[in-house]
């Protein structure tokens, strides 16, 4: 169960969500997110995830590696976040998680209780949706805002005119 949303208090506004991976599609959902929170005078918060199992080496490799995947995400999150400015914009937050994808989104959902949308992408390969996509469908892993699943086949005027 997810705490009481609060992004219609005072104080407060409503905020979008959107998964930063190295998926073509990603940018599609980061569109969308980002329209609809200028449009809707709220905001944009762009998750990325490091995936935790990514270090299970001696000690020493693991903080190199570690450190690694933090300038790699840091570096994505800044060009993201610099598109949305300059295309959108409005200045969207930036989080690092690290560990499961799902785990990781209902953390972040939890902890920032504006958050009341996630916004993400279908692939069109036809290796299926994605990941996270596919894991709506699972009980497990439903989230506890509602999603937005944007087809990544949208161009950037047709997700404007939907958002």
């Known amino acids: 169960m997810v705490s009481t949303r609060l992004s219609r208090l005072e104080g407060h506004r409503r905020k979008f969500m959107a998964v930063i991976d190295d998926t073509p599609e990603c940018g599609r959902a980061v ?5 609809r929170a200028k449009n809707s005078n709220g905001g ?4 990325y995830i490091i995936a935790d199992g ?3 080496q001696w000690l020493g490799v693991e903080e190199i590696m570690r450190a690694e995947a933090r300038e790699e995400a840091e570096a994505t999150l800044a060009k993201v976040a610099q598109a949305v400015r300059e295309r959108i914009g409005i200045e969207p937050e930036i989080v690092i998680r690290e560990g499961a994808a799902t ?3 209902h953390a972040a959902i939890e902890e920032d209780r504006d958050i009341a949308i996630l916004v993400l992408a279908a692939g069109s390969a036809k290796e299926g949706p994605g990941p996270l996509v596919s894991s709506i469908a699972g009980k497990a892993a439903a989230f506890p805002i509602p999603v937005t699943v944007i087809p990544d086949l949208l161009t950037d005027e047709e997700i ?4």
Do not use: C, K, R, T
């Not at 404007?160 to 958002?163: F, G, N, P, Y």
């Open 54 to 56: 990514d270090f299970q």
């Open 44 to 47: 944009l918060v762009l998750l």
């Open 31 to 35: 569109h969308y997110a980002g329209m």
């Open 160 to 163: 404007d005119a939907l958002s």
């Open 103 to 105: 785990e990781q989104i």
